[in-house]
Antibody
């Protein structure tokens, strides 16, 4: 079964750091680009970051650039999101999503995890 | 940065046709993808590359893209189609993935 399972979300104080993980199964992880997409409570989808199949191409939304680092370990079928200097506006459900190809650009996302909740509050 | 505009809501009677629009400057020059998200669930890709349907998505779902508007069309609407629908593109100028604000489809 094709599956993405996120973990690492929790309640964290403003200014602190957090690392999200996404474990993939059921497909050749190293063939595909991967992305993080978040959804604040009651709001729409917001793209956070994406990484190509070989980590050669990486992109970040302006809202997180400089505070977030995306990475992947193809040997472990895993995607990561290191989040630093967290703010209240980072509070959201964070999804990892698989692109339909190895390029992180033009393709849609055909597999999504169920998400992990990040709550930033003092 | 590139902006995608969707109406907040669309209502349709069962059995009728629903059209969800997604506006963007010269959007016909981009590839548009559409997602369905039901409450408490992850999004599901229903249309990719403007008009292609992933396996498992009913033929009732179709898409088009022309000028400044992309359209998701749902024919013979069913109660189970009630959901939020999001359009998405990749903006090569900013190298960003962009989502529309989402449209809530209500089946009357």
């Amino acid at each position: 079964e094709v599956q993405l399972v996120e973990s690492g979300g929790t309640l964290v104080q403003p200014g602190r750091s957090l690392r999200l993980s996404c474990e993939a199964s059921g497909f050749n992880f190293d063939d595909y680009a991967m992305h993080w997409v978040r959804q604040a409570p009651g709001k729409g989808l917001e793209w956070v970051s994406g990484i190509s199949w070989n980590s050669g191409s990486i992109g970040y939304a302006d809202s997180v650039k400089g505070r977030v680092t995306i990475s992947r370990d193809n040997a472990k079928n895993s995607l990561y999101l290191q989040m630093n200097s967290l703010r209240g506006e980072d509070t959201a459900l964070y999804f990892c999503a698989k692109a339909r190809s190895g390029s992180r650009g033009i393709d849609g996302f055909d597999i999504w995890g169920q998400g992990t909740v990040v709550s930033v509050s003092s | 940065s590139y902006v995608l505009t969707q109406p907040p809501s669309v209502s349709v009677a069962p059995g009728k046709t629903a059209r969800v629009i997604c506006g963007g400057n010269n959007i016909e020059g981009k590839s548009v993808h559409w997602y369905q998200q039901k409450p408490g669930q992850a999004p599901v890709l229903v249309i990719y590359y403007d008009s292609d349907r992933p396996s498992g998505i009913p033929e009732r779902f179709s898409g088009s893209n022309s000028g400044n508007t992309a359209t998701l069309t749902i024919s013979r609407v069913e109660a189970g189609d009630e959901a939020d629908y999001y359009c998405q593109v990749w903006d090569s100028s900013s190298d960003h993935v962009v989502f529309g604000g989402g449209t809530t489809l209500t089946v009357l």
